[in-house]
C-alpha cells in the first residue's frame, strides 16, 4: 500500500509541465459522460420500486447509467495516472453543469437564477483550476 | 427543511465513501505502466490490480448510498452541498496520502466550485 501511495505522490511530482494539461481534457470528457449517466440514473431512481440490490439490478435505466459511469471512471483513472487528485477531483463539479444542460433539454426543466448563478461559478471554479495547473 | 436527517446521513456517508474511492483509483492508477491490461491485472503479487478494484468497489458503494439518500422526501437543494463535501475530504486525502501541495489557486478553484454546487442545488426544487 505504501509502495503504491509513494509511487503515485513520485509519478504526480514528476508530470512534465507540457501533459499536464491532458488530464484536465480527460477528466472533461469524463464529466459529459457522467453527466449522461446522471439523467440515466435519476430516471432509474424515480421509478425505483424495491430499494434493494435486486431491485436496482432490474431497472433498465439505472444499469444503462452504471455503465456510462464505467466508462467516465476509466477516462478518471487514466486522467489520475498522469494528474493530481486534487486538482482533478473538483473538476468533476463540470458534471452539474451538464447535468442542468440535459435536464432543461430532456426533461423541460426550469432554469433559474440561483442555478445560472450555481453553473457560472462551477465554470469559474474549474478555471482556476485549470489555470493552476498550467504552473 | 423537510429533508429528514437519515437522507442527508446517507448523502454525507456517499461523500465520504467516494472520496476514499478516489484515493483507491489514484493509486491504483500508478500501476497503470504497461498499458490496458493493467486496468485489471498487475505485475506483483496478487497480480491483479486490487487497489483499482477497491476504488471501483467504493464507487459504487457510494453511489447506492446517493441514490437512496436523494429519494423523496429528500430536498437535492439541502443534499447537494454535502455532496460537494466530498472535494474537501479528498483535497485532505490527497495532501495526507500523495503530498499534493495545497496551492491557493487549488483552494481557491476548490471554493468556488463548492459555492458554485450549492446554488446549484438552492435552485433545485
Given at each position: 500500500m505504501d509502495n503504491a501511495l509513494s509511487a503515485a505522490a513520485a509519478d504526480s511530482a514528476r508530470i512534465p509541465e507540457s501533459r499536464s494539461r491532458q488530464p484536465v481534457g480527460l477528466v472533461f470528457c469524463c464529466t459529459i459522460l457522467g453527466a449522461a449517466a446522471q439523467v440515466l440514473m435519476k430516471t432509474g431512481a424515480n421509478h425505483l420500486a424495491h430499494p434493494g440490490l435486486l431491485g436496482m439490478l432490474g431497472d433498465l435505466p439505472l444499469m444503462a447509467g452504471y455503465c456510462l459511469y464505467g466508462i467516465s471512471t476509466v477516462l478518471l483513472v487514466l486522467a489520475l495516472k498522469d494528474g493530481e487528485l486534487s486538482l482533478l477531483?473538483?473538476?468533476?463539479?463540470?458534471t452539474y453543469v451538464w447535468v442542468t444542460v440535459l435536464s432543461l433539454v430532456i426533461f423541460h426543466d426550469d432554469v433559474n437564477p440561483w442555478k445560472m448563478l450555481g453553473i457560472a461559478l462551477i465554470v469559474l471554479g474549474v478555471a482556476v483550476l485549470g489555470r493552476g495547473g498550467r504552473r | 427543511m423537510r429533508t429528514p436527517i437519515a437522507n442527508m446521513l446517507l448523502v454525507l456517508l456517499a461523500a465520504f465513501v467516494g472520496s476514499f474511492g478516489a484515493v483507491f483509483l489514484k493509486s491504483g492508477a500508478a500501476e497503470l505502466r504497461k498499458g490496458w491490461l493493467n486496468l485489471v491485472f498487475s505485475e506483483d503479487p496478487p497480480f491483479f490490480n486490487w487497489r483499482l478494484a477497491s476504488g471501483v468497489s467504493l464507487y459504487l458503494l457510494s453511489s447506492y448510498f446517493f441514490v437512496l439518500g436523494i429519494r423523496p422526501p429528500g430536498e437535492l437543494s439541502v443534499l447537494y452541498p454535502m455532496v460537494s463535501l466530498g472535494y474537501i475530504f479528498t483535497l485532505l486525502w490527497s495532501r495526507i496520502f500523495f503530498h499534493e501541495p495545497l496551492t491557493r489557486v487549488k483552494i481557491a478553484g476548490l471554493f468556488i466550485i463548492v459555492a458554485g454546487v450549492f446554488f446549484v442545488g438552492l435552485g433545485s426544487k
Open positions: 477531483y473538483p473538476v468533476i463539479a463540470l | -
